[in-house]
């Protein structure tokens, strides 16, 4: 079933954000889980996590990258499939449980803007299914300081409830900046599809369940505590199986169990995008003067990346190193930045005197 995004998508946003900034979001990237049923999904915007080692959290579920347990349904949904059954993962250890979990790490990451997506979670004691996001520095300095947001936690022992949740350092696993959202009396989030929704600008991560705002966390939150969400972060989306937060199965739960998502949707905000306001040479270098650049900018130079000195990206300065050296006098050359989350200003021409 396919779900084209248009002009009209982009307004049913804009109509249902409640932040001041909401007007300045335009679409960057999206999965709308359309293909035959039973393809796996796209390999160029989705990794795998694989194993079983617990994840951290004493999880009982082996990851996978089988169309077992991830696959689209041929309706344009994803389909994150939890089975119980004795599997050996490629770690060598053996489980009862095997699931997927899906990440866009090494495909793509986005620093502030709207993330969205629609999902119908599954249920059942200590069933765990997450939507959320992990800082792209995991890699050079660990968890939590890379930062984490939990767009949507559900756990199976509270089925009308989600937890949205901040982790940084300091405020971090069982003491994460955290709120709630709760369905009217009678309704389960398994019954039907909800949007599940982040808002995320320099200082504040405003937090949304179809449209309504639940709960706003500001750097003031973190009293005192270091505000890390300031770099980019690539999604996830994935469905445990017990573990400290859910708690393990019992009698009451079944098997198998789904989480279908319909769409994932990335919007940026235009206010913190990257934007060069003035290029100029100094001696053998490029100084490239703007806005909103981060420690990952690399300057462009006629779409090449040129070595970039980041030394004061906090005042919106860049320095192309010995780059005007390579410049002719008299020669026009393009000049662009692009951002750690591949966000890339538009070009702005230089004429070396």
């Not at 300091?170 to 599940?196: E, R």
Request: proline share 5%; aromatic share 10%.
């Amino acid at each position: 079933m396919l779900k084209p995004i248009s002009l009209l998508v982009v307004i049913a946003v804009l109509m249902t954000a409640h932040s001041a900034g909401a007007e300045s979001y335009t679409l960057r990237w999206a999965d709308e889980f359309d293909g035959a049923s039973g393809s796996v999904p796209d390999p160029l915007k989705w990794n795998y996590d694989v194993g079983g080692n617990g994840w951290g959290n004493n999880e009982l579920e082996t990851y996978t990258r089988r169309s077992d347990n991830a696959f689209l349904d041929g309706d344009g949904h994803l389909v994150i499939k939890l089975i119980k059954e004795t599997f050996t993962g490629q770690d060598g250890i053996r489980r009862d449980y095997t699931s997927a979990r899906l990440l866009t790490k090494d495909k793509f990451t986005q620093r502030y803007g709207r993330i969205e997506a629609r999902i119908k979670v599954p249920f059942g004691q200590g069933i765990w299914p997450a939507f959320w996001m992990l800082g792209a520095n995991l890699g050079e300095v660990g968890w939590p300081a890379c930062g984490e947001i939990d767009i949507m936690e559900n756990i199976g022992r509270e089925p009308a409830v989600i937890h949205g949740s901040l982790h940084g350092p300091g405020y971090s696993g069982g003491s994460p900046l955290t709120g709630i959202y709760t369905l009217a009396a009678g309704q389960k989030f398994a019954d039907n599809f909800h949007v599940f929704a982040v808002e995320w600008e320099p200082a504040a991560i405003r937090f949304y369940v179809d449209g309504n705002l639940y709960q706003t966390k500001t750097p003031a939150d973190a009293a005192g505590k270091r505000w890390v969400f300031d770099h980019p972060f690539f999604i996830i989306l994935n469905v445990a199986v017990g573990g400290n937060f859910p708690g393990n199965p019992d009698q009451t739960t079944t098997f198998p169990q789904t989480m279908i998502v319909d769409y994932v949707r990335v919007y940026a905000d235009s206010r913190y995008a990257p934007k060069i306001n003035n290029v100029t040479g100094e001696r053998k270098n490029l100084v490239v003067s703007g806005e909103n650049f981060d420690d990952e900018s690399l300057i462009l130079m006629n779409g090449d990346f040129q070595k970039t000195l980041r030394d004061d990206v906090a005042s919106g300065l860049l320095i192309g190193k010995k780059l005007n050296k390579r410049i002719e006098s008299g020669q026009m050359v393009t000049i662009q930045v692009q951002n750690g989350d591949g966000q890339i200003t538009e070009g702005l021409d230089y004429t070396k005197p």
